[in-house]
């Protein structure tokens, strides 16, 4: 029997009423593969920010190097600064662990009410691939004179040949294996003429490496728009840290709820271990409700299970997802219900078994 040491961080919020719905699904599917999964839960949190002073411990990275992948759920809290758990957990686990690829699916599932008129089930489905270590989200820059009429703030944002061609080559990749092998670069070189014109060469350069996709580029304002008005005719899609991150919060909400949105932070040559996380936030204003609905980190937890090689129990789970959205019977109140996020726990493992 296959092993796998994962690392939990429930975090704040709905995160670790989320994430233990996901691990109950997660340990059942696995067995499917003859794998166990051996969890190490972390108490990381904003939380424990407010009693130590620290979101990580002095042999915190060490610890998560350890393991086979991360499963996360959520940080944050109104007493913290958002700028806390964003800047001493979540960046710096990326850019530590490399994990340069974060992939977000968005799918209209069967059941589920897209806020767009008239687009039926399964007519969205994208991928999007962000780069996730470098470009508007690098760490560059300061402020100076701060309180003063001359205060300045500098934010640069830093694009490199490599961290472009990497994300770009894994996002055509991607393209060329799924049906309609087609891919979108997302750019505004047309304003900023030095960073998003070395993304823009980059896409030219990997481009002629697959030449069964079919490729093209947009203006970020354009795909903004397209991501409601057509959402259908998106496939691939690869953008920046920033533009990738807006859009995808754009793309989970036309397929119906942040509540079914996944996504996975990935170290492609395994070096590292990927981190695995629903897109939603910690949602503190219905945290101890029960009523979170934990699909998203379900979902996540099936590109876990990918990545570890553990096909059936991920198509298991994937399955048992699409036949409890499909049927309705059990619905959160994000999607219009009122069942609790451990109703719908159960009725995803109801469906596996």
């Known amino acids: 029997m296959a092993n796998f040491r994962i690392a939990v961080i429930g975090g704040d919020g709905i995160g670790p009423e989320v994430i233990h719905e996901a691990v109950r699904v997660l340990e059942h599917a696995a067995r499917l593969d003859q794998a166990k999964l051996e969890w190490n839960h972390l108490p990381w949190s904003s939380s424990l920010y407010l009693k130590t002073g620290e979101m990580v411990p002095a042999d915190g990275w060490e610890t998560l190097a350890k393991h086979d992948a991360i499963f996360f759920g959520a940080v944050g809290l109104p007493e913290v600064s958002d700028t806390i758990p964003v800047h001493q957990l979540l960046l710096p686990m990326r850019r530590k662990f490399d994990q340069y690829v974060n992939m977000r699916p968005a799918f209209l599932f069967e059941g589920v009410q897209s806020p767009l008129r008239d687009k039926a089930p399964g007519s969205i489905d994208m991928l999007v691939y962000r780069e996730n270590t470098e470009g508007e989200y690098a760490p560059v820059g300061g402020r100076m004179y701060q309180g003063t009429p001359n205060e300045i703030a500098i934010q640069t944002n830093v694009f490199t040949r490599m961290g472009c061609e990497r994300i770009m080559r894994a996002a055509f990749q991607a393209a060329a294996k799924r049906p309609r092998r087609k891919l979108t670069s997302i750019t505004k070189s047309n304003a900023q003429t030095f960073g998003m014109a070395l993304w823009d060469d980059c896409y030219h350069t990997v481009r002629p490496e697959f030449p069964t996709v079919q490729a093209s580029t947009l203006l970020v304002d354009a795909a903004a728009m397209d991501f409601v ?52 936030g910690s949602a503190p204003d219905i945290a101890g409700k029960g009523i979170a609905n934990p699909l998203a980190a379900v979902l996540s937890g099936v590109l876990l299970l990918r990545h570890l090689g553990l096909e059936k129990g991920a198509n298991a789970i994937h399955a048992a997802v699409v036949a409890v959205l499909k049927e309705g019977r059990v619905r959160t109140p994000d999607l219009g219900g009122k069942d609790t996020t451990s109703a719908m726990g159960a009725a995803v493992l109801a469906q596996i078994a």
Do not use: W
């Open 229 to 280: 008005r057509k959402p259908e005719s998106f496939d691939v899609v690869v953008a920046s840290n920033l533009f990738g991150d807006i859009l995808t919060d754009l793309s989970a909400q036309v397929t119906g709820s942040v509540g079914l949105a996944s996504s996975a932070n990935i170290n492609p040559e395994r070096k590292f271990p990927s981190m695995f996380e629903p897109v939603h």
